[in-house]
């Protein structure tokens, strides 16, 4: 297949040389605007909405423990609602998602709780499609534990989530330990709240939503027989049989309440809480146990110092867009942005003209290494820390696999032009740590090694989320990880050479192994073809896999079959939810610019499908040098998109970048 693809490469080396030039032009203009987009940190700090249950989450948060939101910052949450509401009435899972029941409800309860009428027009439609799709007691087990917060659900209709799971010998397959960070820091201030039954009593806006809200008067419903009632909008992941016999056993259990063992439950889940607060500044691993620990800790002690904490913290989770006022899926994406940043600066021919801007990134990554494990670490089910670098920074404290490869890499690739680079010991350290990450399968999982069985995801209980139950290998961490392994072969010659080449054969073959028929790779957290592409080929090719592999040429070859008439490519979110690659409807430059670097690395020789990828990157560059806005390229747990608003600065600059090399500089 790539032979006769190869049979039809040519272009006309004046039209190469033609575009080379608008392409340097173009290079050009782009390192500037990526310069000037550069905060005085050092980092790039970009908008990471997306998901729409966090705002909601955050206004109930503020509602539950009586914490007024100024009049501003209302006005702005309100227009963020209405500018993310489908043409229906519906909020989708995400600002890009067609209508969910979940995040409908709660963005619907938000509007009102901010003071929007119900007679308001989108008030009203969002209302109208909540009662024409089942009414909130539809909505995902999420949403109705935080409507029971506010008394709009009764806590009969939930499943439980008992604290008493903590109490477990670790040994238990179903030990909340064993799970997915993500997911067990989530459950945790959930089995709180659930254990406690935590509910504020209803004011008259409350008891009014009490009726907007169902399509019978509360007091008839009979919220035990909705337990499992949810819409078929949120119903991503069905209840397997074995999460329905875990349900009944669990129920069985409220019933027989046993105060003293509660108690105990409660009190270990605190400690963990706790735990998790102190090790993280407050700002918690992500933003929905942030707003439930906050949450916790207003039941425990209102207006304590814990829970100002953790409110104060939550400012750093909300982020005034283009769009409104909205909660982040993180406190940010700034050391992700910047080791990339610094990379695709590194790649081009004029890296010493932002020489300061490239000093400036580097300290960022520096300095936001984490340098010390957390203590007593194995008492809260952590993996070492130390050496690691996180997806936002130090403060927040969690190290991640691909960040960590991806720090390493940007920290490496400045070293000989800064005074103060990483020391050795800590480059050092980051590749212990990512040795320790590697997985029995030779691959890579996000936070931690995988920890608990592959079946365990049969207890999924979210509805709206794909592969939350443990940390899995991934394409994408394993193929950061394989990268920055071979570079530290490069970078610490003879250095625990045995041990680097065994795991870098490991990575390979699970790379190797994870390749589809079709020669593409499944993304997990990026759409999604093109995204998995764009870091397997990247990996395999760093390894030491030549270009001639057929796994390469496969790879090229599905992205070629691919491109689009105008020479960009375009994959639309929904390929993660669906598993096969979906055609979106604009040219998209983020897509283009993976595709095109995953072609280039891959030694792709169709010169002429590469001219017109990149003739599409020009045509699509603004005038500011970077490139305007475009659908929504981020993702996780198969069904949630979220915004990497940086991307389109520096992935298409660095495509122009490599292309550029590919064809000699004009
Ligand atoms: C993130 C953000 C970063 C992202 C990368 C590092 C880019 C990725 O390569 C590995 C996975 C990771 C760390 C990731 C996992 C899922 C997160 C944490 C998020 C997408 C940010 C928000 C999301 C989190 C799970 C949102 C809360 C929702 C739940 C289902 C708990």
Not at 24 to 33: G, I, S, T
Not at 113 to 125: I, K, S
Not at 150 to 173: C, F, K, M, Q, V
């Amino acid at each position: 297949m790539v032979t006769e693809k190869q049979s039809k490469t040519h272009v006309s080396p004046g039209l190469e040389s033609r575009l080379a030039r608008e392409a340097d032009e173009a290079l050009r203009r782009a390192l500037d605007n990526l310069a000037e987009r550069q905060s005085e940190l050092g980092c790039w700090t970009g908008d990471y909405g997306g998901p729409m249950f966090l705002l909601p989450m955050y206004v109930i948060l503020c509602r539950v423990a009586d914490q007024e939101i100024p009049r501003e910052r209302r006005g702005r949450m309100i227009t963020y609602l209405r500018n993310v509401q489908n043409p229906d009435g519906s909020v989708g899972l995400h600002c890009e998602g067609a209508g969910s029941m979940f995040t409908t409800t709660l963005c619907y309860v938000a509007l009102r709780l901010l003071g929007v009428d119900a007679q308001d027009r989108d008030a009203a439609a969002m209302r109208s499609w909540m009662l024409e799709h089942g009414t909130a007691l539809g909505a995902a087990p999420w949403g109705k534990w935080m409507l029971c917060l506010l008394g709009l659900y009764d806590y009969r209709g939930l499943n439980p989530t008992p604290p008493e799971l903590w109490l477990l010998p670790y040994s238990a397959p179903v030990h909340p330990g064993r799970l997915w960070c993500h997911c067990r820091q989530v459950y945790l201030p959930a089995s709180y709240l659930y254990g406690i039954r935590a509910q504020i009593s209803p004011d008259e806006l409350l008891l009014a939503l009490r009726q907007e809200i169902y399509d019978s008067p509360y007091a008839e419903i009979d919220f035990a027989a909705h337990r499992d009632t949810i819409c078929e909008a949120d119903s991503y992941t069905p209840q397997s049989l074995l999460m329905r016999a875990a349900n009944r056993t669990l129920l069985a259990y409220e019933q027989l309440p046993n105060a003293g063992l509660r108690g105990r439950a409660l009190a270990e889940v605190l400690r963990h809480i706790d735990y998790e607060d102190m090790v993280t500044n407050f700002i918690d691993i992500g933003p929905v146990n942030s707003v439930m620990n906050t949450i916790c800790h207003h039941f425990r002690e209102p207006g304590g110092e814990r829970f100002q904490r953790g409110f104060e913290a939550l400012e750093q989770y909300l982020w005034d867009g283009h769009d409104g006022l909205k909660m982040q899926g993180y406190n940010n994406s700034q050391l992700w942005d910047t080791a990339f940043a610094i990379q695709a600066i590194i790649s081009t021919p004029y890296a010493d003209e932002h020489a300061r801007t490239l000093e400036l990134a580097h300290r960022f990554v520096r300095d936001n290494q984490i340098l010390e494990d957390v203590p007593e670490r194995e008492a809260h089910y952590r993996d070492p820390c130390r050496g690691g670098w996180p997806f936002s920074n130090r403060a927040h404290g969690w190290p991640i696999t691909d960040c960590t490869a991806e720090g390493f890499k940007a920290a490496v690739a400045m070293e000989q032009r800064v005074e103060r680079p990483v020391p050795e010991e800590l480059l050092a350290d980051a590749i212990r740590l990512i040795l320790y990450w590697q997985n029995d399968d030779g691959g890579w999982a996000t936070y931690e090694r995988t920890r608990g069985a592959a079946w365990l995801e049969l207890l999924n209980p979210s509805g709206v989320f794909g592969d939350i139950m443990i940390d899995y290998s991934h394409t994408e961490c394993t193929s950061a990880c394989v990268q920055a392994l071979a570079l530290a072969r490069r970078r610490f010659p003879g250095w625990r050479c045995g041990d680097i080449d065994a795991a870098l054969e490991r990575g390979v073959e699970f790379l190797r192994r994870r390749q589809l028929p079709d020669g593409s790779w499944e993304g997990a957290w990026g759409v999604c073809f093109t995204y998995g592409a764009f870091f397997a080929v990247s990996a395999l090719v760093a390894a030491g896999v030549s270009a001639d592999d057929p796994a390469v040429g496969r790879a090229c070859s599905f992205l070629l079959a691919r491109q689009r008439p105008d020479g960009a490519w375009a994959e639309h979110h929904s390929s993660c939810a669906e598993g096969r690659y979906v055609q979106g409807a604009e040219p998209h430059m983020v897509n283009t610019s993976w595709a095109l670097l995953a072609l280039l690395r891959g030694g792709c020789t169709d010169r002429e499908a590469l001219a017109r990828g990149v003739k599409a990157l020009l045509e699509g560059q603004g005038m500011d040098g970077g490139w305007p806005r475009e659908a929504i390229v981020g993702m996780f747990n198969k069904t949630c998109a979220i915004t990497y608003d940086n991307y389109r600065h520096y992935f298409p600059l660095w495509a122009l970048s490599e292309w550029l090399q590919s064809v000699g500089r004009p």
